[in-house]
């Protein structure tokens, strides 16, 4: 059994910065591309960031500059820190990842969410 499990949102003024964590556990063979997508209500599930299986980062256009994607691998940890907050970015926000749990089976695993929210 995976799980994803993320933790670093919170309330935050216009401006300011939050870091937030997603960490993998349970049976992971290896991650093939792990990243971060988030969700406004009345909106769709909309990428934000993720490492591509080959290792590349790629950023959703309106988060270019202002947020940045990192990894742990040996924690099976991402990472994204989000500077210049904007009340746009107010969303809940999840981590995905493709999982490998043997040779030959592989699958998309999601988080529970964090409430990011950005107002002063």
């Known amino acids: 059994q995976v799980q994803l499990v993320e933790s670093g949102g919170g309330l935050v003024q216009p401006g300011g910065s939050l870091r937030l964590s997603c960490t993998g556990s349970?049976?992971?063979?290896?991650?093939?591309?792990m990243g971060w997508y988030r969700q406004a209500p009345g909106n769709q599930r909309e990428l934000v960031a993720t490492f591509t299986s080959g290792g590349f980062a790629v950023y959703a256009d309106s988060v270019k500059g202002r947020f940045t994607i990192s990894r742990d691998n040996a924690k099976k940890t991402v990472y994204l820190q989000m500077s210049s907050l904007k009340p746009e970015d107010t969303a809940i926000y999840y981590c995905?990842?493709?999982?490998?749990?043997?040779?030959?089976?592989?699958?998309?695993?999601w988080g529970q969410g964090t409430q990011v929210t950005v107002s002063s």
């Open positions: 349970g049976s992971i063979f290896a991650i093939n591309d």
């Open positions: 995905k990842a493709n999982i490998r749990t043997s040779w030959t089976e592989s699958d998309d695993y």
